[in-house]
């Protein structure tokens, strides 16, 4: 199946920021909507923020609402995530997804079943 491109991610000390960019390839037709997944060691994948298309509308997890930032990146089908005053419980592996169904985005915003596409996965390190 086809995969998002990702990048960004790297290792930083509490308070620091990084970003990660997310791109869509063309293959993929009518991308509606796209989001940041992390998964840490041992947890379960939780939705960081998503992002639709449509309206540029945004959604946040609380746990990240006023630090991080997702926004509509330069190129077609992209997303960018800008995380600031990161913190050792950021540390995870950070998932870009891909959704094209907006019924089931107007019911799962940070919910995995909504979305169909994904990343590979870049590594984000907080220390302390």
């Known amino acids: 199946q086809v995969q998002l491109v990702e990048s960004g991610g790297g290792s930083v000390q509490t308070g620091g920021s990084l970003r990660l960019s997310c791109v869509a390839p063309?293959?993929?037709?009518?991308?509606?909507?796209m989001a940041w997944f992390r998964q840490a060691p041992g947890q379960e994948r939780e939705g960081v923020a998503s992002?639709?298309?449509?309206?540029?509308?945004?959604y946040y997890a609380a746990s990240v609402k006023g630090r991080f930032t997702i926004s509509r990146g330069g190129a077609r089908n992209q997303v960018d995530l800008q995380m600031n005053s990161l913190k050792p419980e950021d540390t995870a592996m950070y998932y870009c997804?891909?959704?094209?169904?907006?019924?089931?985005?107007?019911?799962?915003?940070?919910?995995?079943?909504?979305?169909?596409?994904w990343g590979q996965g870049t590594q984000v390190t907080v220390s302390s």
């Open positions: 997804a891909a959704g094209q169904n907006t019924v089931l985005f107007r019911l799962y915003k940070l919910w995995a079943a909504a979305f169909g596409y």
């Open positions: 992002f639709y298309f449509g309206g540029d509308s945004t």
């Open positions: 063309a293959d993929i037709y009518n991308v509606l909507y």
